[in-house]
Nanobody, 115 residues
């Protein structure tokens, strides 16, 4: 089974920055795309950002201009650079990777934005 492991979460003040990482147990070139989702307590899981195998990226409107998704194929790692963090960004951030009929999820990493 493919394993995805997130890291980089933590507690930051509003306006601060974090970089999340998602490292896969195999080459990420096998995935059609990878994505970040987040889920806050009592709320539905929300799509945040996607990067395709070809390098195309997209992010949800609420984080445009603040979050950047990228990846390093040699390190089997996807990143989410989060700047200008707001309290409403507080959530568990989850890594997702998918092929045509297969989806894989990490366990999540907690991001808390609070003064």
């Amino acid at each position: 089974q493919v394993q995805l492991v997130e890291s980089g979460g933590g507690l930051v003040q509003p306006g601060g920055s974090l970089r999340l990482s998602c490292t896969a147990s195999e080459t990420i070139l096998t995935f059609y795309a990878m994505a970040w989702y987040r889920q806050a307590p009592g709320k539905q899981r929300e799509w945040v950002a996607t990067i395709t195998s070809g390098g195309s990226t997209d992010v949800v409107d609420s984080v445009k201009g603040r979050f950047t998704i990228s990846r390093d194929n040699a390190k089997n790692t996807m990143y989410l650079q989060m700047n200008s963090l707001r309290p409403e960004d507080t959530a568990v951030y989850l890594c997702n990777a998918y092929r045509t009929y297969l989806n894989y999820w990490g366990q999540g990493t907690q991001v808390t934005v609070s003064a």
